[in-house]
């Protein structure tokens, strides 16, 4: 027995119904398609997630999820990285220099008790602190 002599399983094959030839066909003049409407025109085509006027499934269901466009800054706590609070004055560079940031960093939050207190050290416009 070899490749060659595989054959499909009794009846699970049929060949394909073709339409439109000839009345004695069964499937002439209409082509199985009906008398008149939309679908039995040529070059009809159902728009996806058509559902015949009633309303689709995914405008049916509630819209979730929202993601924002603007930079949130990184946040840094002075309460736990003593580091940045002992700074003679506070900039983008100086706080890299103390602490580990990622290059993508473009703005930090300096949050904490004594976040306050570091207002006056500030002297970068990428550096807020909270409550001024």
């Not at 009633?54 to 509630?62: E, I």
């Amino acid at each position: 027995m070899g490749i060659e002599n595989l054959t499909p399983a009794e009846g699970s094959t049929s060949n394909r119904k073709r339409v439109g030839r000839g009345q004695g066909s069964g499937t002439g003049k209409t082509a199985a398609r009906g008398q008149k409407g939309q679908k039995s025109r040529s070059g009809y085509k159902r728009k996806r997630n058509f559902e015949g006027g009633q309303q689709p499934l995914a405008k049916r269901l509630p819209k979730i999820g929202f993601t924002s466009r603007l930079v949130k800054p990184y946040v840094i706590n002075v309460e736990k990285i003593k580091a940045v609070a002992e700074l003679a004055e506070i900039t983008m560079e100086s706080i890299r220099s103390v602490h580990k940031i990622g290059a993508g960093v473009t703005n930090i939050k300096l949050v904490g008790a004594s976040a306050k207190d570091l207002a006056s050290k500030i002297k970068d416009e990428n550096v807020t602190t909270t409550g001024k």
